[in-house]
């Protein structure tokens, strides 16, 4: 007579690994391509981001304010020296989502070849470390981070002597900055 006992065993053990695996594979973004999103320490990534005429994707990238920074007291935020920096995150933070932004938005090469920019500055009054405002920019394109860089200097000293307003400026750098760019003749 066959004794049946080893097959039940093993057919057990197939289940088991199956059930496994479906339930890793379902706690994991395996396609770059889909809308889903990924979570590095408690921050979510989102996946299928492109850029288009070396811009951000809105849908990933739509820019997040600072909630601190007002009209009535730039002169003691973005106006004020220093303020940027003491609120810039640090490396153990950028290094890290940098290369998962990247990998969402598709760029592959070194890493030095990009910077992970604040679609709105945080001179702008833009938020540090919400990942809606961060995006890798690439340096290697014609209207690149050193180009987006000197127009949101432009911006600021615009806020600052009182040209423009926060809410103006920070319209002009979230929606079109290239566009923007070349009407305001900085670019």
């Known amino acids: 007579m066959l004794n ?24 994991q973004d395996i396609t770059a391509t889909t809308n889903s999103n ?8 989102p996946t299928g981001c492109k850029s288009i ?25 973005i106006c004020h020296p220093g ?24 760029f592959t090469g070194d890493r030095k070849d990009f910077e992970l920019d604040h679609l709105i500055s945080l001179q702008l009054g833009g938020h540090p470390k919400d990942v809606k405002n961060l995006w890798p920019e690439p340096y ?4 690149n981070a050193h180009i987006k ?9 615009q806020i600052c002597n009182g040209s423009m307003s926060l ?10 900055w290239k566009t ?3 009407e305001a003749k900085k670019c």
Do not use: W
């Open 83 to 106: 303020f940027a920096k003491s609120i810039r995150p640090p490396t153990k933070y950028t290094t890290p989502l940098e290369i998962e932004l990247m990998k969402s938005y598709g």
């Open 38 to 45: 990924k979570t590095l320490s408690g921050v979510i990534i």
């Open 180 to 182: 923007n760019c070349i």
């Open 53 to 77: 005429d070396d811009l951000p994707d809105r849908k990933c990238t739509p820019g997040v304010l600072n909630g601190n920074v007002t009209q009535d007291n730039i002169e003691d935020t």
């Open 149 to 157: 860089d000197k127009f949101e200097n432009y911006l600021h000293k």
């Open 167 to 176: 809410s103006q400026a920070q319209k002009q750098i979230a929606t079109d």
């Open 140 to 143: 290697l394109t014609e209207f």
């Open 4 to 27: 049946r006992r080893p097959f039940a065993n093993i057919f057990g053990m197939i289940i088991t690994v199956s059930i496994i695996i479906t339930t890793a594979l379902s706690f």
